[in-house]
């Protein structure tokens, strides 16, 4: 931000990350009750763009710093859907598959952040920001499509096999049983 020394600058980055903590543990928790992954996924990726846009647009010290705290929020979205994945995935080979492929294409954000933050950017580092900007937008709308996808295979299957309560054990032993199991966490 250019007026914090190395040291200060070390301080200031604390803050940030520490209500990103506390949001992760309040918001895992919020989802278990609500059976809900994909609206927390999307509302805290969106915070995060609009982080990026803040750090974007702004020169002066106190958006730059206020829009550090929702960038963070990113980590928010990361954590609620590695668990959703695994809730939407029935056996434990397609968890591990799911789990296999987000992180190895998050494994490429890395790859793609070194080369979109060069140093003739700086300080501002517009381009990189950007990036990162339409990335979260992008984890915004497919958190929002799969959860509509998902409610809308709920609907189905309550349509199909009558509804099933929550907390209502589901014999899963045969195919049909499978088909009509429990419900997607949207």
């Not at 919020?30 to 982080?51: E, H, N, T, V």
């Not at 959703?84 to 789990?99: D, E, I, P, R, V």
């Not at 190895?104 to 990036?131: E, I």
Request: hydrophobic share 45%; net charge positive; with cysteine.
């Amino acid at each position: 931000m250019g007026s914090f020394t190395e040291v200060q600058s070390n301080g200031v980055t604390a803050p940030p990350y520490v209500l990103c903590f506390i949001l992760i543990i309040t918001v895992s928790v919020l989802s278990d009750k609500y059976r809900m992954r994909g609206p927390f996924c999307a509302l805290f990726a969106i915070l995060s763009a609009i982080g990026f846009i803040l750090l974007g647009t702004t020169d002066t010290v106190g958006p730059r710093y206020f829009g550090s705290f929702l960038v963070v929020l990113i980590f928010v979205t990361t954590s609620v859907a590695l668990v959703w994945n695994s809730n939407t995935n029935s056996t434990g080979s397609k968890k591990a598959g799911g789990l296999w492929i987000m992180m190895t294409v998050g494994q490429c954000g890395p790859l793609l952040g070194t080369n979109m933050f060069p140093d003739s950017d700086a300080p501002s580092y517009r381009t990189g920001l950007w990036v990162c900007c339409a990335f979260a937008l992008l984890s915004a709308a497919a958190a929002s499509l799969l959860s509509f996808l998902l409610l809308r295979e709920n609907k189905r299957r309550d349509r199909i096999y009558g509804p099933v309560q929550l907390g209502q054990q589901v014999d899963m032993s045969s195919a049909e049983s499978q088909e009509a199991g429990p419900r997607y966490i949207i």
